[in-house]
């Protein structure tokens, strides 16, 4: 078993790190704390309501090992921005969310939440935060937590004799699968370095033809519309794709005019050079298009925040984008 070659060394090498060892976590939290948490959205009666920022990031976090077990130190201070619409009225409406102490010492259900709105009309909008709202931001703290034991982790503690040369399963057919909204299957496939990753698939349908759909993936200025970020679009063969502040990056592959897109694709977070392969094909059916997306070589401890930031931030922003035009338009 690796973990158990402890002698002492001419070289001083800290095999496995048996002895104690630290690494700095704070900066790799930042990003994975940004990552879960902006875009967060839920709907109600009331109306909809999402994190639109992490305004305000204070506190550390690291991970020690010791003789093959982990220990975890994390205590932050963070502060959200959210921004709301009334169903009825249309009247936007924004506010804060206070998480003063996310720790070690307390779990996920016992950290302080405090919601608040600026002054003014919308108490429906923060009660919708205050119920539904913080359940979503509970369960992204969640995912953060469960990242960093296991993806910042990978590397610290080597897996056991028996657990070396051990293969995941083969992929599923994906017509062995019910699709519904998105389907995930398992997979030893990767893009770039050797990791366990899996494969997303998911069908939307916008009342949009797919020409109008096709260039909002492919024009710089509808981009930077309903990603609200500065983006760099080269929608050409080779050409680069990087939004949400280099969150996202990125290649294309192929480009078939209102048909299909195929890209080269990775989230900062994920471990360096990897890449997902990502295909959009756009299917025009009467004044609506359906559009399927393939995203292989996902990693495994990725699959929820990836599907979360196709959903999320570019399917729902999309639909936002294509009502606020109809809306100019009548």
């Known amino acids: 078993d690796p973990r158990w070659i402890v002698e002492e060394r001419a070289d001083g090498t800290n095999v496995n790190n048996w002895h104690w ?6 900066g790799w939290s930042k990003v994975k704390l940004r990552e879960v948490l902006v875009g967060l959205a839920v709907e109600g009666e009331a109306g909809r309501c999402e994190i639109s920022d992490l305004k305000h990031v204070e506190g550390e976090a ?13 205590e932050w201070n963070l502060s959200l921005s959210w921004k709301g619409t009334v169903k009825e009225s249309g009247e936007k409406h924004k506010g804060s ?19 608040s709105k600026k002054k003014g009309e919308g ?17 992204a703290l969640r995912d953060y937590l469960k990242a960093l034991k296991t993806e910042f982790t990978l590397g610290m503690i080597l897996p056991t004799r028996g657990a070396v040369g051990q293969e995941l399963g083969p992929e599923q057919n994906p017509s062995e699968n019910t699709m ?10 990767t893009v770039g370095v050797k990791i366990p990753t899996v494969k997303i698939v998911m069908r939307e349908t916008f ?3 797919a020409d109008e759909l096709y260039r909002i993936f492919t024009t710089k200025e509808l981009v930077q519309k309903f990603s609200k970020r500065p983006a760099v679009i080269e929608a050409e063969k080779g050409g680069r794709l990087q939004m949400f502040d280099g969150c996202v990056s990125g290649e294309y592959v192929e480009l078939v005019p209102s048909q299909r897109i195929a ?11 990897h890449y997902a392969a990502v295909a959009l094909n756009f299917k025009d059916t009467a004044a609506q298009t359906e559009l399927q997306l393939e995203c292989r070589g996902v990693p495994v401890l990725h699959e929820d925040s990836t599907r979360r930031c196709w959903k999320q931030q570019h399917f729902e922003e999309i639909r936002i984008l294509l009502q606020q035009s109809r809306d100019t338009v009548e």
């Open 21 to 26: 060892t630290e690494r700095d976590a704070t």
């Open 62 to 74: 690291s991970c020690s090992s010791r003789k093959g077990k982990l220990i975890f130190f994390y």
């Open 97 to 115: 969310v206070e998480i003063p102490n996310l720790s070690e010492e307390n779990e996920v259900d016992d950290t302080e939440i405090n919601v």
């Open 123 to 139: 108490d429906a909008l923060k009660d919708l935060m205050r119920t539904e709202g913080i359940v979503k931001v509970r369960e």
């Open 180 to 189: 519904d909204d998105s389907v995930s299957s398992r997979s030893a496939d």
């Open 207 to 209: 009342s949009s033809p």
């Open 263 to 273: 890209l080269k694709w990775r989230c900062r977070s994920w471990p360096e050079e």
